[in-house]
């Protein structure tokens, strides 16, 4: 996704400066600055634009007179189609190439209603509960009373089961549509607290012409990101502007705006509207949502930690794989060629999210305890002794006593262990059967022995995709779970985006160095 600005005044006032897809523009009077500025009312190293989850994201650097954003200043934030920056005595409009681009979220004003309403809500739910039930007469039945209540306790139950993050925020904007009959709705949310906001979830009705689809305004959404403020919006003025911006044009009728908080702050905002019609959102409505997004707040900001602590984790365990690895060139990254294949099988098996966690920590970790097995051996450029070969095989068991001592990792432990067992009972180390066998470690297994023979040993070279797929094939309901091997094959034979993405891991870097 490519984008540009557009100088407005200033120095580059009718000039279009193309931004970086990869690294970062810097925007400065310095002479290393992507974009060097003479103004002396700007830094040296005044703000950033990078990439970040697909969306382009503006950075101050701690200048002196600030950065800022349609009118506002910014600490970091991203930028959306038709942005106005300013920088210093620079006004730089932000756009994105192609009409995709430019479709994508567009701002849409929305300061000519004449209903407002702004408050900030209680922490918690349970307080919000009892404004939700504070009369307001000709609002609601006491049956919709009684649907929204319970609507509330539903995502209470929902967020507070729920572990990961991108299922949680699906479900929490599952609610919201259901709860306020939004026609469309969007949970803006960074990738850490206090960090840029970007749309993780989209919903929208099916029968929703083009030009209502993805518009909303981010000028609400920041304002509310950064003020903690709900906020109401509703029965709009007419407005002679620009047509293919304006409310009316729009045919939005209200619109909510509310942070999803935590003890900690603001982790994100949701935010809904509703088109042409007569029904529009009310301060009861407000409430409502308020009270869900407290709730989900609370259950992102966990859930934001848990992906923190597991990414952490993830890269300790790989830098110590690599210091492992390091003992025998020919294994250098097998691991995390293993899990790549690993996962693309765990897709197929149709495992879920937790199983998914699992298994990528299982590859990862699956030959750890070759830390006991001698670097000659391993490096050795001839088929191993019957004493060597038993050696060897005692790594699984040294893999699975290392993880368990890890607290909560019990499946991961099996999945070890019994990565070379088979499925009639020949494997190692216990000579488990079938479905005996631990179903991540049959997809290691699997995962295992692909990368054996399509990325080499020390004592061959890599076999070709013909001789691999044959020896899966043929060793179905022996060595492999015949399910996943007739399952892989076809969809390494006949789905190229399955193929690819396992023989990337091959292709980027990844494999082996040679000899030369």
Same mark, same amino acid.
Not at 35 to 38: A, D, K, P, Y
Not at 326 to 329: G, I, P
């Given at each position: 996704m490519g984008a540009k600005l557009v100088g407005q005044e200033g120095q580059f006032a009718g000039e279009r400066v193309s931004l970086p897809e990869e690294g970062e523009c810097v925007i400065g009077r310095g002479a290393g600055a992507g974009?060097?500025?003479?103004d002396d009312l700007v830094s040296r190293e005044h703000?950033?634009?990078?990439? +970040?989850?697909?969306?382009?994201?503006?950075e101050d650097l701690q200048s002196k007179n600030g950065t800022w954003v349609n009118g506002e200043t910014v600490g970091v934030t991203t930028l959306f189609h038709g942005d106005l920056i300013v920088v210093g005595r620079q006004k730089l409009r932000f756009e994105l190439d192609g009409e995709a681009g430019r479709a994508m979220l567009r701002d849409v004003p929305t300061?000519?209603?004449s209903t407002e309403f702004k408050e900030r809500v209680p922490e918690r739910a349970a307080t919000q509960l009892r404004l939700v039930t504070d009369? +307001?007469?000709g609002q609601r039945s006491v049956s919709e009373l009684e649907r929204e209540l319970s609507a509330v306790c539903r995502i209470i139950d929902v967020v507070n089961r729920e572990e990961a993050l991108d299922r949680l925020f699906s479900r929490i904007m599952d609610h919201v549509i259901e709860v306020t009959a939004a026609d469309r709705g969007y949970l803006f949310?960074?990738?850490e607290l206090g960090g840029p906001l970007v749309p993780q979830v989209i919903r929208q009705g099916a029968d929703l012409p083009q030009r209502l689809r993805n518009?909303?305004?981010s000028s609400m959404v920041r304002h509310c990101y950064k003020s903690g403020y709900s906020i109401l919006r509703a029965d709009p003025f007419a407005q002679p502007t620009d047509p293919s911006q304006s409310i009316m044009s729009q045919q939005i009728q209200s619109l909510m705006c509310v942070p999803m908080r935590c003890e900690e702050g603001t982790v994100g905002v949701i935010y809904v509207d509703r088109l042409a019609g007569e029904k529009k959102f009310s301060k009861r409505d407000l409430r409502v949502l308020s009270a869900i997004a407290n709730e989900a707040g609370i259950a992102v900001r966990r859930a934001q930690l848990a992906r923190q602590v597991e990414t952490l984790f993830s890269e300790t365990i790989r830098t110590l794989v690599k210091i492992i690895e390091?003992?025998?060139?020919y294994t250098h990254t097998h691991s995390e060629r293993v899990?790549?294949?690993?996962?693309?099988?765990?897709?197929?098996?149709g495992l879920d999210a937790v199983q998914m966690r699992d298994l990528r920590l299982s590859g990862l970790l699956h030959d750890v305890g070759k830390v006991g097995t001698p670097a000659d051996v391993l490096k050795k450029p001839r088929r191993l002794t019957e004493s060597e070969y038993e050696n060897v095989k005692l790594h699984p068991s040294y893999s699975a006593r290392i993880v368990a001592s890890i607290k909560g990792a019990e499946v991961i432990a099996k999945a070890v262990e019994h990565h070379h067992e088979k499925w009639d009972g020949s494997g190692y180390p216990h000579g488990l059967a079938g479905e005996d066998i631990p179903l991540l470690a049959r997809i290691l297994s699997l995962a295992d022995a692909f990368d054996s023979m399509f990325g080499g040993r020390s004592y061959r070279g890599p076999c070709g995709e013909e001789h691999v797929l044959a020896e899966i094939a043929g060793n179905s309901g022996t060595q492999f779970d015949p399910r996943l091997a007739g399952e892989f094959v076809e969809a390494f034979s006949s789905a190229p985006g399955f193929r690819d993405s396992i023989c990337r891991a091959y292709t980027e870097g990844t494999v082996p160095p040679s000899d030369g």
């Open positions: 974009l060097q500025v003479e703000c950033r634009i990078f990439l +970040e989850s697909g969306y382009y994201v503006i300061e000519n209603f009369p +307001e007469p949310s960074g990738s518009t909303f305004s390091t003992k025998d060139r899990t790549e294949v690993a996962l693309r099988l765990g897709e197929l098996a």
